[in-house]
């Protein structure tokens, strides 16, 4: 067993999945309003750093839905997992 074995396991959204986040959901963003729902297309999930929120809550990079594909992510949040695997069921649903 690892020491964080016992935690919630944290979604990873692949690259491109574009995400409705609730207003809820997300905390410390940039690139958006605080306190307003936000859709996010994922760049990436760092997963390393979730352990400090106990996997409750993961850092996500990423592009609003317009941004043209020629610059790093302009965008981040600090996004609720238990929302992120809620999306993954959809997903997983849908296929
Ligand atoms: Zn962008």
Same mark, same amino acid.
């Given at each position: 067993m690892t020491l964080y074995g016992r935690m919630p396991e944290i979604p990873t959204p692949r690259p491109g999945t574009r995400l409705?986040?609730?207003?809820?959901?997300?905390?410390?963003? &940039?690139?958006q309003d605080p306190g307003q729902p936000f859709t996010l297309v994922v760049s990436e999930t760092r997963t390393a750093l979730a352990q400090h929120y106990g996997n409750e809550w993961v850092w996500i990079t990423g592009h609003a839905e317009d941004c043209a594909d020629d610059h790093r992510?302009? &965008?981040?949040?600090l996004?609720?997992?238990?929302?992120? &695997?809620?999306?993954?069921?959809?997903?997983?649903?849908a296929h």
């Amino acid at each position: 067993m690892t020491l964080y074995g016992r935690m919630p396991e944290i979604p990873t959204p692949r690259p491109g999945t574009r995400l409705e986040i609730a207003a809820g959901d997300w905390q410390f963003g &940039r690139g958006q309003d605080p306190g307003q729902p936000f859709t996010l297309v994922v760049s990436e999930t760092r997963t390393a750093l979730a352990q400090h929120y106990g996997n409750e809550w993961v850092w996500i990079t990423g592009h609003a839905e317009d941004c043209a594909d020629d610059h790093r992510p302009c &965008r981040e949040a600090l996004v609720r997992t238990a929302k992120l &695997r809620q999306t993954q069921e959809a997903v997983s649903a849908a296929h």
